[in-house]
Structures are given as structure tokens and as C-alpha cells.
């Protein structure tokens, strides 16, 4: 007991001395190892005793504190049974990679540091360290100097902020008036195969779901630029108000790249904002061999672009990047005396929708730093070839090659003579040798397969090959 002061010491399960932290750290980094080689080895699906599972959970009502080593243990040993493997390489699933070792070291330095990035008063370093990444990504993408942008929790918080610029840019009223600032129905216009955390967006922003236009595809994945073209002269002539279209740049089913160049013509024809959702194909742009895949989105007003998806750093790390900094501030811009500063372009809390916020550029700029764009460009592109060799290894097998993609991820139906998609995929997972999806593609069912993990290797792809050869019959 501190007598002078009339306090305890601090309590030391929460705040260990400095040798006992250092122990439990390194423990903890060697239990971690051993657990990553066993998920790489084990079952893609979980196979975890969940009745045994809750009864344990269910003794662990806080009243006996427990040795935080033990739980370490017994949390690690619950995480490598008990949920879908994304870090094993036979996970061939959703946009969700194992995470670079750079991104996971990131992880540990910002939990130690703890900085609060509302303000760049209070957290210099890391606010500027964020904004040398979004530049960097701003002029890989061909957009101007001074472009801005922020870090977020992923491509939903990202394609939000992109509506929210778009409505205040269309309308200086919105950011006090809200919809009814428009005087008409409000609508934007995305591709029917995009990702719909457009329709919760347009919930969030008080435009209403049904302001979401879902333009048809052209039979290959592709948003119809003629369709777009004529859903907005419909709207204009019907009194509703176009504020916005997004192309996506590697659709969620297909990895299909939506036409950017068409997109942005129609866009600029109409005068509303444009904007690509490259949340997954984003990662392209660090390969000089593909990044002409992205051609178009140059003219974007606004990007989206996830790191933790092909750029692999850990969850939840997206970025959204616009060329218009002015309209960036005036959608965010919020005043408070508490706050040390204020001032745009600087302070996140009032260029973008979170306030109090992690630091989470640094997994993306530790990573770049040590890989470079290079290194980068070589992940991108040999998730590519994998992918192309799996496209042929299937494709003399009998199976039909549903999408014509670019971006790492395959669309396949089975042979005629086999079991349906829905069952070959349950019996996929069933196996536990590997994780792919049952999905629908241009109206048909297809097995969705995707190369996330930078670790997949060829011996992956000949064990996905004859894993589904077995599951179809």
C-alpha cells in the first residue's frame, strides 16, 4: 500500500511488472507458432465440441480471476477448433486472407502504444504515417496531388463515406438538411452483382433503400453501361435526382471489373460523382503486369480500397481516397471545445465518420516498407497463376469455367453427370481439406473459388482439384 498517497500498488493481473509481461509475451509468441502450424496442417472447417465448449465458457463467470497464461492457452486452443480457418491454405473462400507477417507485427506495436488518432495534435506520427500510405495509393491509382482520404473499418465504412461526399457535393444543404435538402428522391446506381452493404448505406444515409438502383449485368458480370445509362435519363425524367455511380473493381461473386471508362463517361455525361469500389481488385494496382486492368480508375471521384482483402493485412483496415479534399471536409467537418484541434485535412475526427479510431495504416505501411510494390506484385500474381492453373486443371477435367476473370478468383460448374453445386460444396467443407463457396452467377449456381492465402501453393490447388473431382460424384 502507497500510505503517503493513501492508494494500492496497480493490480497486476491487469498491469504486470515488466518481467512477468516480457514472459507471458514471449510465451505467447511461441504458443501463437505452434498453433499456426497446426491450423496449416489440421481442418479448413471448424471442429470444435461446441456442447463442452459453452460448458466452459459457462464456468468462466469472472468472480476467480484466472492466470492470464492459462487463458492464453485455452483461448488459442478454442480459436484453433472453433471457427473457418482463413489462415490455412486450403481456405479458398470470401476476400479474406491470411495476413502478412508485417500486418501482424503492426498489430502488436499499435496495442502497445495504444494512440488515439481523432486529432493530429495528440498523434502526429501515426496520423502522418496513415496519410504518406494514402497518398502513395492516391498516385498508384493515377488520381492528382492533393487528393485526400482516411483509413477505415473496412469497404462498407469506405463506399458510405463515398455517398456521403457524393450527396453533400451534389447539394451544399444535405449536410444540415439531410435528403429533404434535394426537394426529390435521390438515387445512385450500382452493378445488380455488386456488394449490397449499398442498400444498408443508403439506409445509413436517410436516402432509403430504395434509392439503390441495381443495374443489370451484361452477361458476363459486368454492370451494362447502356442499362445505366438509360436507368438515368428514366430517373431524370421520372423527378428522381442521380447523385452517384460506383463501379465495382472485382465483383464479390466473380471478381468481374466493372467497364470504368464507360462508367466514368456516363458519369461525367450527367455530371454526378463517380466512384469505384475496388475493395478487393485494388491490390492490382502494385503490379506493373496488371494494374491496366484498373485502367479508368483515374477519373474516379472516389475509391475504395480494402488492405485487409488481396493486400492482406490483418482486420478491419479499409481506406477510402478522393480527389475532392474540400468535399471530404465540408461532409465531415464537426467542431468541439474538448477537442485539442481542428483543423481539416489533418485532424481524421473531422475528415472522416469515426472519431476515436486505432491506428490502423501502420499494418499497410509496415508491409509495404518491407515488400515494396514489387513484393506486392509478386503476391498479387502468383495468386493470378494459381488460379489459372486450377482454370485449366478443372477446365480438361469437364468442368465449365462460368466467369472470364483476371483477379484470382474462379466460377466453376460441375460436369453433367455430377452431384448439384450446393451439394459438392457441402461435401467440400466436409472433408475439411479445403473451404469454397456455393454461389450464383448470371442466374446459375456455380462453385465460387478464390486464392487468398499468400502461402497457397501448388500442391493446394492439385488437393482442391481431386477434392472436388471426389465431392462430385
Request: aromatic share 8%.
Amino acid at each position: 500500500m502507497d500510505r503517503e498517497q493513501g492508494i494500492g500498488s496497480p493490480n497486476r493481473d491487469l498491469f504486470p511488472v515488466s518481467a512477468q509481461r516480457e514472459a507471458l509475451e514471449d510465451r505467447l509468441t511461441r504458443m501463437l507458432s505452434v498453433a499456426t502450424a497446426r491450423v496449416a496442417s489440421g481442418s479448413v472447417v471448424p471442429t470444435i465440441d461446441l456442447e463442452r465448449f459453452r460448458k466452459d465458457l459457462a464456468e468462466l463467470d469472472f468472480q476467480t480471476p484466472r492466470p492470464l497464461e492459462d487463458m492464453l492457452a485455452w483461448t488459442i486452443a478454442q480459436l484453433e477448433h472453433g471457427l473457418v480457418q482463413l489462415t490455412h491454405p486450403g481456405y479458398f473462400g470470401l476476400f479474406n486472407p491470411a495476413p502478412t507477417f508485417a500486418a501482424q507485427c503492426a498489430e502488436r506495436v499499435t496495442a502497445a502504444f495504444n494512440p488515439q488518432l481523432a486529432t493530429w495534435t495528440t498523434s502526429p506520427v501515426p496520423v502522418e504515417i496513415e496519410m504518406h500510405v494514402i497518398a502513395a495509393l492516391a498516385a498508384r491509382a493515377g488520381l492528382p496531388l492533393g487528393s485526400s482520404g482516411h483509413f477505415t473499418s473496412g469497404g462498407s465504412e469506405a463506399n458510405y463515406s463515398a455517398v456521403l461526399c457524393a450527396l453533400t457535393r451534389a447539394n451544399g444543404q444535405f449536410a444540415s438538411d439531410g435528403a429533404r435538402a434535394f426537394g426529390a428522391p435521390v438515387v445512385l446506381y450500382v452493378s445488380a452483382d455488386s456488394h449490397l452493404a449499398w442498400i444498408k448505406i443508403a439506409h445509413q444515409t436517410g436516402i432509403g433503400r430504395s434509392a439503390v438502383r441495381l443495374i443489370a449485368t451484361d452477361g458476363s458480370g459486368r454492370m451494362d453501361v447502356g442499362a445505366l445509362e438509360k436507368q438515368i435519363r428514366e430517373d431524370r425524367a421520372g423527378g428522381h435526382i442521380p447523385v452517384m455511380i460506383a463501379a465495382t473493381a472485382g465483383t464479390t461473386n466473380a471478381g468481374m471489373i466493372d467497364p470504368l471508362h464507360g462508367c466514368a463517361a456516363v458519369a461525367r455525361e450527367f455530371g454526378i460523382w463517380y466512384h469505384v469500389d475496388a475493395a478487393w481488385g485494388g491490390a492490382v494496382l502494385a503490379s506493373e503486369r496488371y494494374r491496366d486492368l484498373l485502367s479508368g480508375i483515374e477519373m474516379a471521384d472516389s475509391v475504395t480500397v480494402d488492405a485487409h482483402k488481396w493486400l492482406a493485412t490483418t482486420m478491419a483496415c479499409g481506406m477510402f481516397i478522393t480527389r475532392h479534399a474540400a468535399t471530404l471536409d465540408a461532409t465531415f467537418q464537426v467542431s468541439t471545445s474538448f477537442m485539442p484541434s481542428n483543423r481539416a485535412a489533418l485532424d481524421p475526427y473531422v475528415t472522416s465518420f469515426q472519431w476515436s479510431r486505432r491506428f490502423l495504416g501502420l499494418r499497410l505501411f509496415l508491409a509495404l516498407a518491407c515488400a515494396g510494390w514489387g513484393g506486392y506484385a509478386e503476391h498479387v500474381e502468383r495468386a493470378i497463376v494459381l488460379i489459372d492453373r486450377l482454370r485449366d486443371a478443372l477446365s480438361a477435367r469437364g468442368w465449365q469455367i462460368a466467369n472470364a476473370s483476371q483477379m484470382a478468383v474462379l466460377c466453376v460448374r460441375p460436369p453433367r453427370d455430377s452431384a448439384d453445386v450446393a451439394a459438392i460444396a457441402k461435401r467440400v467443407l466436409a472433408t475439411g481439406h479445403a473451404w469454397v463457396a456455393a454461389a450464383v452467377f448470371e442466374g446459375e449456381p456455380v462453385i465460387r473459388i478464390c486464392v487468398t492465402h499468400g502461402q497457397t501453393g501448388t500442391a493446394d490447388i492439385e488437393q482442391l482439384v481431386e477434392t472436388l473431382e471426389a465431392c462430385r460424384h
